[in-house]
């Protein structure tokens, strides 16, 4: 077995009593052997049962490690604390809500050996429900939340398109192409080539670590079958949350590599459409749907007040129906994949759900922007 590849898994955790079993029960399924493997749990500071879970698997397994941060400030301060210590040639990187498949190692080191050039692999991403009662997690396997495929067009298996222009769609909108650190391999040569470390924000350290590595020539390789399922949070206000640091995210990535253009895109069309600025302020200004339908109902609500101060203009009153229109048209494109979702009982639920995490993300957007002095209002999905 000495012709394997010696791999480390890095798993940072901090208060997942509720998930971390499962984790544990299909990691210790994937194939690949003992002797050529560790696990290194990196705890942040676990105030519930989260510690003693990971002993008792020690106890029972020699190759799980544990590394203690107490009052740890991110994942990525623990995901670094457990790089100072890993031995692996290749570096696995999962959570502790994740389950890896049997084959999840073989798929990655397979895409390796096959081109030397590929610095990270990154698999697809499913749901695995906790609970099946749980609104938050059918509407997040619903939506396919932090899915792969989906966020790039549904794209199959292969290589990312690498670095061009660095414009501000390019390194944090709707063409940045990275992987999440829940399912994503590195290797550790190309990590070494970069000297790449995790960011010290709280969020955006798998999009700057995917940049770092990328930057100095290293393939990003895309392998769907390498899949992951997540177990999702379980309360919709954890889900927003995580929405806000999603917006919040971007900025920090404007300002390190964006260049200095200011980006609109259109989002009504199957391909959008961007108009670049020059611009010392760096950013992106979405306009989808949930941006258009906010629009056309302040316009709405307008024309409306106008008409009815001017009730004799039939333009106006034209206007007021039209804009009334346009503002349903966007409505129904922005919830029209709420129609789908199950069970129809729930339907207003999954449509202030939707309505809600883009609301979220906009928000992080706008705060990030306001630190980090650039510009972003975030895509409508």
Request: proline share 5%; aromatic share 16%.
């Amino acid at each position: 077995m000495a012709d394997r590849p010696f791999v480390s898994i890095i798993v940072p955790v901090r208060n997942f009593e509720r998930t971390i079993e499962k984790t544990f029960e299909y990691l210790l399924n994937v194939k690949y052997p003992r002797d050529r493997l560790e696990i290194v749990i990196a705890d942040g500071g676990s105030t519930d049962r989260t510690l003693e879970i990971i002993r008792f698997n020690q106890q029972k397994y020699d190759f799980i490690k544990l590394i203690e941060i107490p009052d740890c400030p991110s994942p990525a301060f623990a995901r670094n604390k457990a790089l100072e210590a890993v031995r692996g040639e290749f570096i696995f990187f999962t959570d502790g809500d994740c389950a890896p498949c049997e084959d999840w190692i073989d798929i990655m080191l397979e895409h390796f050996a096959r081109d030397e050039e590929i610095g990270i692999v990154g698999g697809e991403i499913y749901t695995l429900r906790v609970d099946s009662r749980s609104l938050t997690e059918a509407f997040c396997e619903h939506f396919k939340f932090n899915m792969v495929s989906p966020r790039y067009g549904f794209i199959g298996e292969g290589y990312f398109p690498p670095l061009s222009d660095r414009r501000p769609t390019q390194i944090a909108g709707h063409r940045a192409y990275f992987f999440v650190t829940a399912n994503v391999a590195y290797r550790k040569k190309a990590l070494d080539d970069a000297n790449a470390r995790f960011w010290e924000h709280a969020t955006g350290e798998d999009m700057d670590m995917c940049i770092q590595v990328e930057s100095k020539g290293w393939k990003l390789y895309f392998a769907p079958k390498a899949r992951i399922d997540h177990m999702h949070r379980g309360t919709f206000m954890a889900l927003r949350k995580v929405w806000v640091t999603y917006g919040m995210a971007h900025p920090p990535l404007l300002r390190k590599y964006a260049t200095d253009y200011l980006e609109i895109v259109l989002q009504v069309f199957k391909k959008p459409y961007i108009l670049s600025v020059p611009s010392p302020i760096r950013g992106f200004i979405y306009l989808g749907n949930f941006h258009l339908m906010h629009i056309a109902g302040g316009l709405f609500v307008i024309s409306l007040l106008a008409s009815v101060l001017n009730p004799l203009l039939l333009w106006l009153k034209i206007t007021t129906l039209l804009v009334f229109l346009l503002s349903l048209f966007f409505l129904f494109r922005f919830l029209r994949w709420c129609f789908y979702m199950q069970p129809r009982k729930h339907f207003f639920v999954w449509c202030a759900m939707m309505y809600m995490t883009n609301l979220k993300f906009i928000i992080g957007g706008l705060k990030g922007s306001k630190r980090y002095k650039t510009f972003c209002i975030e895509p409508s999905f």
